[in-house]
């Protein structure tokens, strides 16, 4: 069995069994596994907060070498979840009862359960290859600890008017990276880190290597894309709707960089400034 790494514990923090209004805090998660039943080669947790769902997704190997995509789901509602397509089954999972689905495709095999906690969250585990494997790791599905999504960063520009919608923490090996999206409600701005320098920098930003560019998006409107680098890690903000090129300059310059590789150590909250 396999124990997956997790974000720093939110000590004092309430669970999801405790209250399924949890679910939707800002920079609060709640989903994990306690164990695997193969070896991972990352693993991402990401928290929806508008929607109220939280997904945690698992790629690996099996003892045979060969992939494995596990993506398991607590929310307060389906919305977006992975469809229960194909043959469904009754089953009972933890004593709850839940839904399995196996869509059989030539010789692929994609599996779906899902089931209700007692507190009214819905719980979902996709990817499995069969209903055994499946419940096995619908049996490992925890929600009775909580854990913080966390950044390598304080935002010390950031408008009052901008607020958290997702935040997520990948794994892999040794190395931890996180992702956190913040809307004003007018103006978006995606934030990422990476390890790596800055290439083809056409500027600098607060004595910074940087690269700023300004081009459409995927859906034609305009986004501005600007990469800082930040001794071995480079920080990306990616701004769009109706963005002020001058202002997305200087929440990246006043960005207060923290580093490090342990997560445990990194702000408790990018926004306040804590720890």
């Known amino acids: 069995m396999t124990v997956l790494p997790t974000p720093p514990v939110a000590t004092g923090a309430a669970t999801a069994v405790?209250?399924?209004?949890?679910?939707?805090?800002?920079?609060?998660?709640?989903?994990?596994l306690a164990e695997l039943p193969f070896p991972i080669i990352g693993v991402q947790y990401q928290q929806l907060i508008d929607e109220r769902?939280?997904?945690l997704a698992i790629n690996g190997v099996d003892n045979n070498g060969q992939q494995r995509e596990i993506t398991v789901r607590v929310?307060?509602?389906?919305?977006?979840?992975?469809?229960?397509?194909?043959?469904?089954?009754?089953?009972?999972?933890?004593?709850?009862?839940g839904t399995f689905a196996l869509e059989k495709i030539d010789d692929r095999r994609y599996a779906v359960l899902r089931w209700r906690a007692a507190n009214g969250l819905w719980l979902q585990v996709a990817g499995a290859r069969d209903q055994t494997d499946?419940?096995?790791?619908?049996?490992?599905?925890?929600?009775?600890?909580?854990?913080?999504?966390?950044?390598?960063?304080?935002?010390?520009?950031?408008?009052?008017?901008?607020?958290?919608?997702s935040c997520s923490m990948m794994f892999s090996g040794t190395t931890a990276t996180s992702m956190l999206s913040v809307s004003s409600g007018t103006f978006n701005i995606l934030f990422t880190t990476d390890s790596g320098q800055v290439r083809d920098a056409n500027e600098r930003i607060a004595g910074r290597p940087a690269?700023?560019?300004?081009?459409?998006?995927d859906g034609g409107a305009q986004i501005m894309e600007v990469a800082v680098e930040q001794g071995g890690t480079v920080l990306s903000l990616t701004a769009s709707g109706r963005y002020d090129p001058t202002l997305v300059r200087r929440i990246a310059a006043e960005c207060e960089w923290t580093g490090g590789q342990d997560p445990g150590t990194w702000p408790i909250d990018p926004f306040t400034g804590g720890r």
């Open 18 to 32: 405790e209250s399924a209004d949890e679910v939707g805090r800002p920079l609060l998660l709640h989903l994990s």
């Open 53 to 55: 769902q939280e997904r």
């Open 75 to 97: 929310g307060a509602n389906t919305k977006d979840f992975e469809p229960l397509a194909g043959e469904r089954k009754a089953v009972r999972v933890a004593g709850r009862p």
């Open 134 to 165: 499946a419940l096995t790791i619908a049996a490992n599905v925890r929600l009775d600890r909580t854990y913080r999504c966390v950044v390598p960063y304080r935002l010390r520009s950031l408008p009052a008017t901008m607020k958290p919608e």
């Open 211 to 217: 690269r700023v560019v300004e081009h459409p998006g």
